[in-house]
């Protein structure tokens, strides 16, 4: 079934990818796993176990594939790239992400032997399925979850990390019809132990606990316990971390700098965390929803603020409705908006011509944006990729357009929005993380694995914007904990865990950040041991992570310094200027 690449060779899988496919189909179970790294291949993986199964079956395997959004014409394209179409019947694939495209009856159905929907359209599918005659899509969604799908695999699985959600239930219903179910996510662990237990619901993995008092009359399970889900995955899945393709080195670096803010907003930054302090202690005898929530924005809040201080007094609704807020805000001049503008300006002098900034609001990155067009001009051309875009095809057409950018480019991304199913190499090789470090430490590793992945064929550097005594060094101190934490479930190794609720998990998480915040000075920066020796930014290597699980497929990253000379064009070689 494989298909041909331009020079007439056959397509073939790398190594990783051939065990994969021969672990799932020498597994027992209907269900497996793919935990592979970013950036290695998921997509074409899934791709082969699905014709391998076509050849096992002599013809007639079918596939139902749930996938964000943004990777719909990623996933179509692999289907195209990888399987020689005139080898299965015409019309064999059909990739939408509106209901509307989909058969409205089984002669139609017949002929397609791969669906490829959005996670959304599924969850559409299953409220209609649930409705009844009453909703206009019950007849497509019956057709979609009646039929008996040889294949049904989810991209970006971790989305169904919670059992409870409507978008869980979705794929699980869909999981019952098919033979065998595939759960694709480099990061299975985002928050915490529930997380294995949602991805055992959509995969319908559980079947064997369905016998336990602890189901209800219903057919929902009302307790199900990580410890089990933990120990199915372990014995179906497949892991491959660091660089099983030989990839280029990536080297980090925590860029610690001097905040500034003005005099005059020094009590607002203060004032906002005393009111974090204020819910700490009432959090830590009752911790409430609303409670939660509440603490959840004035943290954002103290993140917005170091960007720019009318971000956080006027509120991301504000910035949203009136777009002269950004430029006023950016006019501030905050110690942040230096240091990035440094690290932008030292980035380019090493000779990369494409930078990613990444945030995970998108009101700081108008603000950004806004800052740095102001200040560099001349040829810079600026991209967004982010949630105001309002299609997958408006957003693909702003990648292309930066990858192909003959000049100097920064591209905005959000981390929600752009954060995973996206590739930016070749072409971009450098990437600077500030003013909104993400709570999970896997979100810091999808976006990272947007440029250091499959088909990079430079030396990736990643910036760390990071004051010491902020809200986001107070995050990154609990990265570690949360990496040994999923590490943990992964191996099944639950002697150091509590057996504490997860939302009071998640209050304890809140505390440690608050805790962790450092007040401003009248002088405008953040109370700190000693004063910088450069207010814009003194840069730390990153160490590499530790080691994996003997079980682990892996090839270590080779380690260089920041030194390191580096190619640069056309076999030139350029130093990167020291910070």
């Given at each position: 079934?494989?298909?041909?690449d331009p ?15 021969t672990k799932?189909?020498?597994?027992t ?15 074409a ?5 699905f014709?391998?199964l076509?050849?096992?079956?002599n013809?007639?395997?079918t596939a139902?594939?749930?996938?964000p959004?943004m990777?719909l014409?990623h996933?179509k ?12 019947p015409?019309?064999?694939l059909l ?10 009856s ?17 969850q559409?599918?299953?409220k ?42 979705a794929?699980a219903?869909?999981?019952?019809s098919?033979t065998r ?6 990061t299975?662990i ?5 997380d ?13 606990l ?18 089990d889900?933990a ?17 280029p080195?990536l080297?980090?670096?925590?860029v610690?700098?001097e ?13 906002l ?5 204020k819910c700490n ?14 603490l ?11 960007v720019?201080?009318?971000?956080a007094?006027?509120?991301?609704d ?9 430029p ?5 001049d ?6 990035l ?5 030292l ?8 930078l990613l ?12 944006q ?11 051309e ?14 693909e057409?702003s990648?292309?357009?930066f990858?192909?950018?003959p000049g100097r480019?920064i591209m905005?991304?959000?981390?929600k929005?752009g ?6 190499a070749?072409?971009c090789?450098a ?18 694995s947007r440029?250091h992945?499959?088909?990079?064929d430079?030396?990736?550097l ?7 005594g902020?809200?986001?060094a107070?995050?990154r101190?609990?990265h570690?904990?949360k ?7 992964l ?9 504490e ?13 608050v805790?962790g915040c450092?007040p401003a000075?009248?002088g405008g920066?953040l ?8 207010p814009?930014?003194?840069a730390t ?6 080691p994996p ?12 310094s ?5 190619a640069?064009g056309?076999g030139?070689a350029?130093?990167l200027?020291p910070?």
């Amino acid at each position: 079934l494989a298909a041909r690449d331009p020079d007439g060779d056959e397509l073939v899988p790398f190594a990783h990818q051939r065990r994969f496919v021969t672990k799932a189909l020498q597994s027992t179970q209907p269900f497996f796993a793919n935990f592979h790294m970013p950036g290695l291949g998921k997509t074409a993986t899934c791709v082969q176990y699905f014709a391998a199964l076509e050849l096992l079956h002599n013809g007639g395997a079918t596939a139902l594939v749930s996938v964000p959004l943004m990777t719909l014409l990623h996933w179509k394209e692999t289907f195209e790239r990888w399987i020689d179409g005139a080898k299965l019947p015409p019309g064999w694939l059909l990739a939408t992400n509106k209901a509307e495209k989909l058969p409205t009856s089984a002669a139609a159905l017949a002929p397609l032997r791969v669906v490829v929907v959005t996670h959304h359209i599924l969850q559409r599918l299953h409220k209609a399925h649930t409705a009844g005659p009453a909703d206009a899509s019950c007849g497509r969604a019956a057709l979609v979850f009646g039929r008996a799908w040889s294949l049904f695999a989810i991209d970006e699985a971790h989305v169904c990390r919670n059992p409870a959600t409507d978008l869980c239930q979705a794929h699980a219903h869909a999981a019952k019809s098919a033979t065998r179910r595939l759960a694709i996510t480099a990061t299975p662990i985002i928050n915490g132990p529930l997380d294995m237990v949602g991805l055992c619901v959509a995969l319908n993995a559980d079947h064997d606990l369905q016998q336990r008092s602890t189901w209800s009359s219903a057919g929902r399970k009302t307790n199900i316990f990580s410890k089990d889900a933990a120990e199915r995955f372990r014995r179906v899945s497949d892991r491959v971390t660091k660089d099983a393709l030989g990839l280029p080195p990536l080297v980090e670096h925590l860029v610690d700098f001097e905040v500034a803010l003005a005099p005059a907003d020094v009590a607002a930054y203060n004032a906002l965390l005393d009111e974090a302090q204020k819910c700490n202690v009432v959090g830590a005898q009752v911790v409430g929803l609303e409670l939660t929530q509440r603490l959840t924005q004035i943290l954002y809040r103290l993140q917005a603020f170091l960007v720019a201080p009318l971000l956080a007094q006027e509120g991301a609704d504000a910035f949203r409705a009136d777009a002269a807020l950004a430029p006023a805000a950016a006019a501030q001049d905050t110690g942040l908006l230096k240091a990035l503008r440094r690290q932008v300006e030292l980035l380019f002098a090493a000779g990369e011509q494409r930078l990613l900034l990444v945030a995970c609001h998108v009101q700081i990155l108008r603000v950004a944006q806004a800052y740095l067009a102001a200040r560099l001009g001349g040829d810079l051309e600026t991209f967004t990729f982010d949630s105001t875009d309002s299609s997958a095809a408006q957003k693909e057409r702003s990648r292309q357009a930066f990858l192909r950018s003959p000049g100097r480019s920064i591209m905005f991304l959000s981390m929600k929005a752009g954060g995973q199913g996206i590739q930016l190499a070749p072409g971009c090789s450098a990437c600077v993380f500030f003013g909104s470090t993400p709570f999970s430490p896997a979100s810091l590793e999808q976006a990272t694995s947007r440029i250091h992945r499959q088909g990079q064929d430079r030396p990736c550097l990643i910036r760390h914007l990071v004051a010491a005594g902020s809200i986001d060094a107070a995050i990154r101190t609990l990265h570690g904990d949360k990496d040994r934490l999923a590490h943990a479930i992964l191996n099944c190794d639950f002697t150091e865990m509590g057996n504490e609720k997860e939302r009071r998990v998640r209050w304890r998480t809140m505390r440690r950040i608050v805790d962790g915040c450092a007040p401003a000075e009248p002088g405008g920066n953040l109370r700190r041991a000693a004063p910088l020796a450069d207010p814009l930014g003194v840069a730390t290597l990153l160490a590499p992570a530790g080691p994996p699980a003997p079980d682990v497929m892996e090839l270590q990253k080779p380690v260089v310094s920041f030194d390191t000379p580096r190619a640069s064009g056309a076999g030139s070689a350029s130093r990167l200027p020291p910070l």
